[in-house]
């Protein structure tokens, strides 16, 4: 099982260009989410989609466009990188968030120069 | 506002000891707490998820603990080795989000 795919592994951007991040998951899950990690903040949640056709903002949504294009996907685009945008990005999904487990991808790491 | 803590953020212990990792929540009203190993440069792996009316759930080693009314969960890991050695995380649904604790580096010592 793929469980939750991200692409792609690694990225480098110079300031101003944009570009998207893709998630997709093979679980059937209603719940998708985006995340940022970095040293000493832990993992921030950027934006989330509780079902198919909404997404709501997180705690750092600043910055970021989300698009839930169906159940499977769910990406994450920057406009216009800033060099504070340098991070490491999960995707994650889950069933009932009263009742199951979050699965995440194995991350997008991203320079921004 | 649902804040959830980690203390302490590093821990080293020697090879075959028994230890505790703390996870503390200030808001009572959740569903269920996950617990999530992440190792150096990789994603988080799910390693127990334990409801609200469960006061404990095991995996092999390990064993988590809840107590919703005090706000803590634990996680016991038993005779420890060292490829237990990454990052432990906890976290907690609040409304459609899930809220992480910031982690515990753990080193075991060969």
């Keep these: ?113 | 506002k649902q804040e959830v803590t980690q203390i302490p953020a590093a821990l080293s212990v020697p090879e075959g000891e028994n230890l505790v990792l703390n996870c503390s929540f200030t808001d009572s009203a959740i569903y269920n707490l996950q617990w999530f190993r992440q190792d150096p440069g990789k994603g988080l792996t799910s390693l127990l998820l334990i409801q609200s009316s469960q006061r404990e759930q095991t995996s092999g080693r390990l064993n988590a603990s809840l107590d919703k009314s005090s706000g803590r969960s634990t996680l016991y890991i038993a005779a420890s080795q060292p490829g237990d050695s990454a990052t432990y995380l906890c976290a907690v649904p609040r409304d459609d989000k899930i809220i992480f604790g910031k982690g515990t580096r753990l080193h075991i010592l060969p």
């Design chain 1, 1 to 113: 099982n793929a469980g939750v795919t991200q692409t792609p592994k690694f990225q480098v951007l110079k300031t101003g260009q944009s570009m998207t991040l893709q998630c997709a998951q093979d679980m059937n899950h209603n719940s998708m989410y985006w995340y940022r990690q970095d040293p000493g903040m832990g993992l921030r949640l950027i934006y989330y989609s509780a079902s198919e056709g909404t997404t709501d903002k997180g705690e750092v949504p600043n910055g970021y466009n989300v698009s839930r294009l169906n159940k499977r996907e769910f990406s994450l685009r920057l406009e216009s990188a800033a060099p504070s945008q340098t991070s490491v990005y999960f995707c994650a999904s889950s069933g009932l968030v009263s009742r199951t487990p979050l699965h995440f991808g194995n991350g997008t790491r991203l320079t921004v120069t």
